[in-house]
């Protein structure tokens, strides 16, 4: 088994050059290439994601950078054939599989869409108002 990906690394490797943002805006919906095909047959990519930070830095226009956060993600669990989503906030992980839980770690499977926010409280806003609605 290969070592995981810094999954911050590769964001702020995949956007340079050309693929570098035309503006900032307060979010971004990544979609994370998660299948690839060889010789005609389809592969899932099988590598753990490392996230030893949340805060990525994408360049943005003429040799600047943004800040964004990773506020959420969503995987994809094969032998489940189930999507689950990891949403982040506050330095907290939450795993919303049917139901929302805390989770002490990071998600270690590859995401396939990826959340990303300017602001912190835009997150922090979002839990709220999940919160409000479970307790109706």
Not at 106 to 119: A, F, G, N, Q, S
């Amino acid at each position: 088994l290969s070592n995981p990906i810094d999954m911050c690394d590769t964001l702020e490797k995949s956007f340079r050059g050309d693929l570098a943002l035309q503006s900032a805006p307060p979010a971004l919906l990544v979609r994370m290439e998660n299948v690839y095909d060889e010789g005609n047959a389809y592969y899932h990519v099988d590598v753990k994601a490392k996230w030893s930070r949340v805060a990525c830095d994408l360049a943005c226009g003429h040799g600047s950078t943004v800040r964004y956060q990773v506020a959420a993600l969503v995987i994809y669990r094969r032998d489940e054939r189930h999507y689950v989503a990891f949403i982040h906030s506050d330095n907290t992980w939450y795993l919303a599989n049917d139901m929302v839980y805390r989770t002490s770690t990071p998600p270690t499977e590859y995401p396939y869409i990826l959340v990303l926010v300017k602001d912190e409280l835009a997150v922090v806003r979002m839990l709220a108002h999940t919160d409000d609605k479970s307790q109706r």
